[in-house]
């Protein structure tokens, strides 16, 4: 009854290609963002800031690049951390040596160059896919976790080998650092998760999107029908590292506040692949879906059981954290492969017809 | 052997010179055939020591209904992945429209108008029809990165201008109430129609339709052959197909060529080649 999609006529192409067709999709979409921009920096205590919101957000971008590659473009990437890195290492190289630069314009800079280190990376797509692929770029998470920690000049030759982000101003406000507030810090992650959630919604139903889903579903005849499948692996490589090397800068500079080399290391890869494939491969939505449950169900594991008088001791936590997303994960690859995304669409296709099924 | 209708085309010594035949023919139903759009030269094709295909020259001309017929492993299939480019002849030459037409990628051959659909149904099961058929228009969409990523400008009045002629493909082969269905859902009837759809879409020069018929009943290659008809009655597009049934064969197309064993062992209107012995004894065999 309150999807009911009966009565909203298309009468134009550009009506029926608009991001929403559907009335009751727009609608939701703007109490979300009403709710993301507007109540939640009303209500959020320091503590959502730093273990649910900031976080969420950041892991449902590197997962929205992810996805890019792995959902829409059918290119498997055990690389994904190591992306995150070079964003990091690159937003950092940036705002040092150029410190008058607006640390957003560093972090949305910093994306291009992991942009071209996953290109490189990817061009053994053009010979070899599905797990053989996925071992060349498992070649990349090492090489490149291993150049973080050798090569000093990306640390400015640190004496603790890591790199910490400075204090970075803009508009007279920090925006990273240790002075930075946490409101400040979220908002400026929601801005760009929002803008590359946009961005990546049109490529994906675009030209450039139909490309890549071709070649994932069959690339023999995507070739034979004109597209070229060097262009269409590269971009997808292109774009995907891009949007997660992005995300690898917020981590650093809007959320850790500092980073080793092995933070980049393959449990952070095996993260976004778990949020990617539990919100659902070739869906934009299920990244946030997944990142809201992987993220957030250890602080409810935490919190939860101490507010109902049960005290579970952290380290029992940990283990119950750990059994149920390895459980997720084997149910969502037997019963839903594809995620989270699909049960909502699902749910949604019933609530269309509801309460009339005829 | 039957290469009567080349010879009488090209003389021996003329065959290095480009096409310059655009007389054509006119149908028994009166429909003008135009010049040669497409001519295979002594096309030989080698895997290791297999020859799938030996030393055969046709041509495919301009409005035409052309088949390859022949008994399996004669190297039809092989045949056409040579005109759309899969495979590269290991000798002879492919000239198209008038001119020599260089090794090339797949998706370059079909940049230059050859669409084709696949034995096996080969749709993007994870893409709605419409996303489908509108795949087979990305030669005709050339919008920047920028402009597609905020959807604004060129890009969103390609996707309308184009979605307009998906729309009459769509139309034309009456697969309106499936447009925005997963390709995954529907039965292969219409699943190979849509395959017809997106190839359609492309507005080819030559469509290369791979045993469009295959597994079908009766009403089906009723369907099929009437939409084919259409297609080719209506924008006057080149067919060159490749189809078992040999009724349907000898109904829709206006000359056929015959493969047995990778040769050419004939060529001409249907009649004609319904009564060429070699062909006879190709099908059904001779007493030794």
Redesign the interface.
């Known amino acids: 009854m309150l999807y009911r999609t009966a009565g909203q006529f298309k009468t ?3 009506a ?2 608009a ?1 929403f067709p559907i009335r009751q999709d727009a609608v939701l979409l703007g109490i979300i963002l009403i709710f993301a921009w507007a109540i939640l920096p009303l209500v959020a205590s320091e503590f959502a800031y730093q273990t649910l919101l900031i976080p969420i957000l950041i892991y449902s971008l590197a997962a929205l690049g992810l996805n890019i590659l792995t959902g829409y473009a059918g290119q498997l990437s055990l690389g994904t951390a190591a992306f995150m890195g070079v964003g990091a290492y690159a937003c950092y190289k940036l705002v040092t040596l150029f410190p008058w630069m607006n640390p957003i314009v560093a972090i949305l800079l910093s994306g291009v160059f992991s942009a071209g280190v996953g290109v490189l990376f990817g061009i053994p797509s053009l010979r070899i896919k599905g797990f053989y692929l996925a071992i060349a770029t498992l070649a990349a998470q090492f090489f490149l976790v291993w150049l973080f920690e050798k090569w000093g000049w990306l640390y400015n030759y640190n004496a603790s080998g890591a790199i910490q982000v400075p204090n970075l101003e803009m508009f007279g406000v920090y925006v990273a650092g240790p002075q930075a507030s946490s409101v400040v810090q979220y908002f400026v992650v929601l801005g760009v998760v929002t803008l590359m959630t946009l ?1 990546c919604i ?2 994906t139903r ?3 999107g ?2 890549w ?2 070649t ?3 690339d ?10 060097m262009r269409s692996k590269l ?1 997808a490589f292109a774009i995907s590292s891009y949007v997660v090397g992005v995300a690898g800068a917020l981590f650093v500079f809007m959320w850790r506040g500092a980073a080793e080399p092995n933070l980049f290391d393959i449990p952070l890869s095996f993260r976004i692949l778990f949020i990617a494939i539990i919100g659902g491969l ?1 869906s934009v939505l299920g990244n946030y879906l997944g990142a809201i449950l992987i993220v957030g169900l250890p602080v409810v594991l935490n919190t939860v059981p101490e507010a109902l008088g049960l005290p579970i001791s952290s380290a029992t936590v940990e283990h119950l954290n750990v059994m149920i997303v390895g459980s997720l994960i084997v149910f969502f690859l037997i019963i839903e492969p594809h995620g989270l995304a699909r049960l909502w669409a699902l749910i949604r296709e019933k609530l269309i017809i509801w309460p009339f099924p005829h | 052997m039957m290469d009567g209708a080349d010879q009488s085309i090209w003389g021996e010594d003329e065959r290095q010179e480009a096409v310059t035949d655009t007389q054509g023919y006119v149908t028994a139903d009166g429909r003008q055939i135009g010049g040669v759009l497409m001519e295979l030269r002594n096309i030989t094709l080698r895997f290791g020591g297999v020859v799938a295909i030996k030393d055969i020259s046709f041509d495919i001309r301009e409005g035409e209904i052309r088949a390859i017929i022949g008994p399996n492993g004669a190297g039809k299939s092989s045949m056409l992945n040579i005109i759309s480019g899969f495979y590269t002849p290991s000798e002879g030459e492919l000239w198209y429209k008038g001119a020599k037409r260089p090794a090339m990628k797949p998706y370059e051959v079909a940049r230059m108008g050859v669409a084709r659909t696949f034995q096996n149904i080969a749709l993007f099961e994870g893409m709605s029809v419409l996303d489908n058929v509108m795949t087979g228009r990305l030669t005709h969409m050339h919008a920047g990165i920028a402009s597609q990523a905020l959807w604004w400008g060129r890009a969103r009045d390609e996707e309308i201008a184009n979605r307009e002629k998906v729309e009459k493909v769509i139309d034309f082969l009456e697969i309106q109430a499936i447009r925005k269905t997963p390709v995954g859902r529907l039965p292969y009837g219409l699943k190979k129609r849509v395959e017809l759809a997106r190839a359609l879409a492309a507005e080819p020069s030559i469509l290369l339709l791979d045993e469009p018929m295959a597994g079908m009943n009766v009403e089906e290659k009723e369907d099929m052959s009437r939409f084919i008809l259409d297609v080719n009655d209506e924008f006057g597009t080149t067919i060159c197909l490749i189809e078992h049934d040999m009724g349907v064969v000898m109904d829709l197309s206006d000359r056929v060529v015959v493969m047995d064993y990778g040769k050419k062992i004939g060529d001409g209107p249907p009649e004609e080649v319904r009564a060429n012995q070699d062909v006879i004894d190709a099908y059904l065999g001779v007493a030794h």
């Open positions: 134009s192409y550009q029926d290609q991001l961005i049109n490529l675009g030209t450039l139909r490309s889903k071709a994932r579903d069959m023999i005849a995507a070739e034979l029908i004109g597209i070229n499948l971009t070739g």
